[in-house]
């Protein structure tokens, strides 16, 4: 068996990489395994420096990862440029404000002294998707690494450049051996290395159904899971929003990656008394996007990553047209040879159409029409999933009062739904549970260990 590394551009193949036999995978466990108690006992500046090392390694070779990136799933190359630096980013956050967040903290009790101590879980498996194939990870291993614990990465199958470039990174900051590893193995496998005793959590961001499955079993062997997984998030504009500023940011956030995100805004939830003026401008500016080569510097929309995903979407818009909603532009797939389509929006959608309720990941906008602010928040509300979502009106203190009213795991107002290394990030109901970044990511995969003495 080998991973194929296919150009979604132009659908050739540019590489094959084989997968791992049984011996080398145990290899790799043994590896891990071996590594995870050197490590852990390492002084957590040593390894905090290491992960600044990692930024540089990042920045050295930020252009030749941009272009993996780009060739395995079609992502324009300016938008690969900034995701190898945004993990160069959170490499150094966590050098910085690392040792800060797993040291001891002090509780006044009834003993002479009382602390909780911080330490690490172990190994820790990575599930990681295709979308942001470099960020995804480094937004995992940064917090993980730096906490003491001990990583493997099951990345997509369709980035196997990806993830063999993601290991060298690690390799060349000086990182130990073992301490991270790719695991070059199906979807199939991964239940197998979640029973192994030698791994103690994992981490899933990706599809509401892979995340059940991982959850499944990493219930059943009682180890700890953090899942990311689909969105739906509302982009809600109110009648006293910057509509300027609302349709360049609905925009930003619909289109990045080719739509092709779990935080873009999904549903435009647009006020009765602001929606026609807003799609006019909205329409205006999806159309002056610009589709081409991803490795051209002005393209803005390449393809989707993958030729299924693209059939699946396209299948979404069509039944959801043929029950009632309206093709302002786009809509269908692109010509050429490659997994392309075009940028899309799909107005009034309603409650009974696929697109109300599912997650489309592509390049094709839905807009829901509300009564008003109320109404807005019910339906915005009336999803399954909830990762995040945003408000937009001039009046910050009726947006923060809107925010706080949504069911997801963060909301902007007045800004583009976005991860920060700094924020914690993550979702409720159908989009997962726990907590990535800041300090919260650190501690996910750490125990809390109470110490008490008299």
């Given at each position: 068996?080998?991973?194929?590394?296919v150009?979604?551009a132009?659908?050739?193949?540019?590489?094959?990489?084989?997968?791992?036999t049984?011996?080398?995978?145990?290899?790799?466990?043994?590896?891990?395994?071996a590594a995870?108690?050197?490590?852990?006992?390492?002084?957590?500046?040593?390894?905090?420096?290491?992960?600044?090392?990692a930024?540089?390694v990042?920045?050295?070779?930020?252009d030749?990862?941009?272009?993996i990136?780009?060739?395995?799933?079609g992502?324009?190359?300016r938008?690969?440029?900034?995701?190898?630096?945004?993990?160069?980013?959170?490499?150094?956050?966590?050098?910085d404000?690392?040792p800060?967040?797993v040291a001891?903290?002090t509780?006044?009790?009834?003993?002479?002294?009382?602390?909780?101590?911080w330490?690490p879980?172990?190994?820790?498996?990575?599930?990681m998707?295709?979308?942001?194939?470099f960020?995804?990870?480094?937004?995992?291993?940064?917090?993980?690494?730096?906490?003491?614990?001990?990583g493997?990465?099951?990345?997509?199958?369709n980035?196997p450049?990806?993830?063999?470039?993601?290991?060298s990174?690690?390799?060349e900051?000086?990182?130990?051996?073992?301490?991270?590893?790719?695991l070059?193995?199906?979807?199939?496998?991964?239940?197998g290395?979640?029973?192994d005793?030698?791994?103690?959590a994992v981490?899933?961001?990706g599809?509401e159904?892979?995340?059940?499955?991982?959850?499944?079993?990493?219930?059943a062997?009682?180890?700890?899971?953090l899942l990311?997984?689909?969105?739906?998030?509302?982009?809600?504009?109110?009648?006293?929003?910057?509509?300027?500023?609302?349709?360049?940011?609905?925009?930003?956030?619909?289109f990045?990656?080719?739509?092709q995100?779990?935080?873009?805004?999904?549903?435009l939830?647009?006020?009765?008394?602001i929606a026609?003026?807003f799609?006019?401008?909205f329409?205006?500016a999806?159309?002056?996007?610009?589709?081409?080569?991803?490795?051209?510097e002005?393209?803005?929309?390449?393809?989707?990553?993958?030729?299924?995903?693209?059939?699946?979407?396209h299948?979404?818009?069509?039944?959801s047209?043929?029950?009632g909603?309206?093709?302002v532009?786009?809509?269908s797939?692109e010509?050429?040879?490659?997994?392309?389509?075009?940028?899309?929006?799909?107005?009034?959608?309603?409650?009974?159409?696929?697109?109300?309720?599912e997650?489309l990941?592509?390049?094709?906008a839905i807009?829901?029409?509300a009564?008003d602010?109320?109404?807005?928040v019910?339906?915005?509300?009336?999803?399954?999933?909830g990762?995040g979502g945003?408000?937009w009106t001039m009046?910050?203190?009726?947006?923060?009062?809107?925010?706080?009213?949504l069911?997801?795991?963060c909301?902007f107002?007045?800004?583009?739904v976005?991860?920060?290394?700094?924020?914690?990030?993550?979702?409720?109901?159908?989009s997962g549970?726990g907590?990535?970044?800041?300090?919260?990511?650190v501690?996910?995969?750490?125990?809390?260990?109470?110490?008490w003495?008299?």
């Open positions: 068996m080998a991973f194929k590394s150009n979604p132009n659908g050739n193949t540019h590489r094959e990489v084989d997968a791992f049984p011996r080398q995978q145990e290899a790799a466990l043994q590896e891990s395994a995870a108690g050197p490590w852990r006992d390492r002084a957590v500046g040593e390894r905090a420096a290491l992960l600044r090392k930024a540089e990042l920045r050295k070779h930020l030749e990862f941009a272009e990136i780009t060739l395995e799933m992502k324009p190359i938008e690969a440029r900034a995701e190898i630096e945004k993990c160069a980013l959170v490499c150094d956050y966590y050098a404000e690392g800060g967040f001891d903290e509780i006044e009790s009834d003993a002479g002294r009382s602390l909780v101590a330490q879980l172990g190994t820790v498996l990575a599930v998707p295709w979308n942001f194939p960020w995804q990870v480094f937004r995992f291993a940064a917090p993980t690494l730096v906490a003491g614990n001990t493997l990465l099951k990345h997509a199958s980035v450049m990806c993830a063999l470039a993601i290991e990174v690690f390799r900051a000086g990182f130990p051996e073992g301490v991270f590893r790719t070059m193995i199906s979807s199939r496998q991964v239940a290395v979640i029973n005793p030698r791994v103690h981490t899933l961001t599809s159904s892979a995340g059940r499955q991982v959850a499944a079993a990493a219930g062997k009682l180890k700890k899971s990311e997984l689909g969105g739906s998030d509302p982009f809600i504009v109110l009648e006293d929003a910057d509509l300027d500023l609302a349709v360049e940011n609905a925009v930003a956030s619909r990045l990656n080719a739509g995100s779990c935080i873009a805004a999904k549903r939830i647009l006020v009765e008394a026609d003026d799609m006019r401008r329409r205006t999806v159309d002056a996007l610009v589709v081409g080569d991803p490795m051209e002005a393209t803005q929309i390449g393809p989707l990553a993958r030729f299924d995903l693209r059939d699946d979407l299948q979404q818009v069509v039944e047209m043929s029950a909603a309206v093709a532009t786009g809509c797939p010509g050429g040879a490659g997994a392309w389509y075009q940028p899309s929006i799909l107005d009034h959608v309603k409650p009974a159409m696929r697109a109300y309720h997650e990941f592509g390049p094709v807009v829901i029409r009564r602010e109320a109404d807005a019910r339906i915005a509300n009336d999803s399954d999933f990762l945003s408000v009046d910050s203190e009726r947006g923060e009062r809107v925010a706080r009213r069911e997801c795991g909301a107002v007045n800004g583009m976005k991860s920060d290394p700094r924020l914690p990030f993550g979702g409720v109901k159908h549970y907590r990535e970044l800041s300090r919260l990511g501690r996910e995969f750490m125990n809390a260990k109470t110490i003495i008299r």
